[in-house]
Antibody
Framework: QVQLVQSGAEVKKPGASVQVSCKAS????????LHWVRQAPGQGLEWMGR????????NYAQKFQGRVTLTRDTSISTAYMALSSLRSDDTAVYYC??????????????WGQGTMVTVSS | SYELTQPPSVSVSPGQTASITCSGD??????VSWYQQKPGLSPVLVIY???KRPSGIPERFSGSNSGNTASLTISGTQAMDEADYFC?????????FGGGTKLTVL
């Protein structure tokens, strides 16, 4: 079945970096954009950016420009989100999500299970 | 930056119709998606392209979008529909989410 499986929970110290992976299965990885969305405890959804899994091209939310890097490895159908200079307010669940691909600028039909990243000294 | 505004909470009695709004400048010119999220779980797409339902989403979920307001309507609301709901749209190659609405079925 179509699914996105993310890497496990992380605990990091302030100032460190974190990388979360998202492995796709059940569909052709390079046919769909992948996005990253985060959710702080008790808060709403916040878009971080997206990657064209075919070309590797990226778009980032202005808030995260310079601190987030999205990459992919097509040989293993896996996307990565790296976030640097971590602060306590980066503590959140990080999701990868597949854009439907039906039209440009559509919704997200498949979501990963989420990865909890805790930033604490 | 573009903003989407949702009411923080909506209450509905079982079997009645729930309506959740999402407001934004000229939102009717954009496509809106809606997500349902239950505690501890990932969001689930329930409406895309304003009014389309993904396979597996019950017919009681419907959507509309016009002017500055998009709406998610749940007809014959069931206890299992109690969840947080988020609207989402695109603006200048960036994705924007509404703040979310907690739907209580009481």
């Amino acid at each position: 079945q179509v699914q996105l499986v993310q890497s496990g929970a992380e605990v990091k110290k302030p100032g460190a970096s974190v990388q979360v992976s998202c492995k796709a299965s059940g569909y052709t990885f390079t046919d769909y954009y992948l996005h990253w969305v985060r959710q702080a405890p008790g808060q709403g959804l916040e878009w971080m950016g997206r990657i064209n899994t075919n070309s590797g091209g990226t778009n980032y939310a202005q808030k995260f420009q310079g601190r987030v890097t999205l990459t992919r490895d097509t040989s293993i159908s896996t996307a990565y989100m790296a976030l640097s200079s971590l602060r306590s307010d980066d503590t959140a669940v990080y999701y990868c999500a597949r854009e439907t691909g039906l039209i440009t600028g559509d919704g997200f039909d498949i979501w990963g299970q989420g990865t909890m990243v805790t930033v604490s000294s | 930056s573009y903003e989407l505004t949702q009411p923080p909470s909506v209450s509905v009695s079982p079997g009645q119709t729930a309506s959740i709004t999402c407001s934004g400048d000229k939102l009717g010119d954009k496509y809106v998606s809606w997500y349902q999220q239950k505690p501890g779980l990932s969001p689930v797409l329930v409406i895309y392209q304003d009014s389309k339902r993904p396979s597996g989403i019950p017919e009681r979920f419907s959507g509309s979008n016009s002017g500055n307001t998009a709406s998610l309507t749940i007809s014959g609301t069931q206890a299992m529909d109690e969840a947080d709901y988020f609207c989402q749209a695109w603006d200048s190659s960036a994705v924007v989410f509404g703040g979310g609405t907690k739907l209580t079925v009481l």
